[in-house]
């Protein structure tokens, strides 16, 4: 009966241990996924000062992206994606990307200008390809609502260019960097409004 005793006595310190333990470890458990909750936070909103930095450098500057924002913003969505889901998630970033950059080669490039294309990939390695696709539509929607606001004139001379292929096969010129209207403001804009709205 006391070896019983004691055998118990025992049993219920070594329970009381482990419990410590794991009470240790749980807090430490949650500290970290609050650290992770934190981090993928900040790797996340950082897209935005990117978006914000292009579009400002887009209207102000001579309509042409740096490539070294687009390089920071690749190298951030990437380190976004491996913190958020691991290795899986970086690959599936850098696969999202690739897909983005061929689609916007071979549909984007003559309607909006390269450094657009490259924005949207690099919004492809934070949201994916689904959220890419809605930034964009929702950009072509705000770009062409500012458009018609204010841009009138040209946007009867664009109606003439689509009536005169329609009807009379004459080609239409694509985009040209002369009459370009800065874009990545109605990206931003978009961005805003599909993630966080």
């Given at each position: 009966?006391?070896?019983?005793?004691?055998?118990?006595?025992?049993?219920?310190h070594?329970l009381?241990?482990?419990?410590?333990?794991?009470?240790?470890?749980?807090?430490?458990?949650?500290?970290?996924?609050?650290?992770?909750?934190?981090?993928?936070?900040?790797?996340?909103?950082?897209?935005?000062?990117?978006?914000?930095?292009?579009?400002i450098?887009?209207?102000?500057?001579?309509?042409?992206?740096?490539?070294?924002?687009?390089?920071?913003?690749?190298?951030?969505?990437?380190?976004?994606?491996?913190?958020?889901?691991?290795?899986?998630?970086?690959?599936?970033s850098?696969?999202?990307?690739?897909?983005?950059?061929?689609?916007?080669?071979?549909?984007?490039?003559?309607?909006?200008?390269?450094?657009?294309?490259?924005?949207?990939?690099?919004?492809?390695?934070?949201?994916?390809?689904?959220?890419?696709?809605?930034?964009?539509?929702?950009?072509?929607?705000?770009?062409?609502?500012?458009?018609?606001?204010?841009?009138?004139?040209?946007?009867?001379?664009?109606?003439?260019?689509?009536?005169?292929?329609?009807?009379?096969?004459?080609?239409?010129?694509?985009?040209?960097?002369?009459?370009?209207?800065?874009?990545?403001?109605?990206?931003?804009?978009a961005?805003?409004?599909?993630?966080?709205?």
């Amino acid at each position: 009966m006391v070896q019983q005793m004691i055998i118990s006595v025992q049993m219920v310190h070594k329970l009381k241990i482990y419990l410590l333990v794991n009470k240790f470890n749980l807090e430490t458990n949650k500290t970290i996924i609050r650290g992770r909750v934190q981090m993928e936070k900040i790797l996340f909103f950082s897209l935005l000062p990117i978006l914000i930095i292009s579009s400002i450098w887009d209207i102000y500057k001579n309509k042409k992206i740096p490539n070294a924002l687009i390089l920071l913003g690749m190298i951030l969505g990437y380190t976004y994606s491996f913190v958020h889901e691991g290795w899986r998630g970086l690959l599936i970033s850098v696969l999202t990307s690739l897909v983005a950059l061929i689609v916007g080669v071979f549909i984007l490039w003559g309607t909006i200008a390269a450094g657009d294309v490259k924005l949207f990939i690099v919004i492809t390695t934070y949201i994916g390809l689904l959220g890419a696709g809605k930034v964009l539509l929702c950009s072509f929607f705000i770009g062409s609502v500012f458009f018609i606001l204010f841009k009138w004139k040209r946007l009867t001379q664009s109606l003439k260019m689509i009536l005169n292929f329609a009807f009379y096969s004459v080609p239409i010129r694509m985009y040209s960097k002369e009459k370009a209207v800065a874009f990545s403001p109605f990206i931003t804009i978009a961005y805003i409004l599909v993630v966080f709205i």
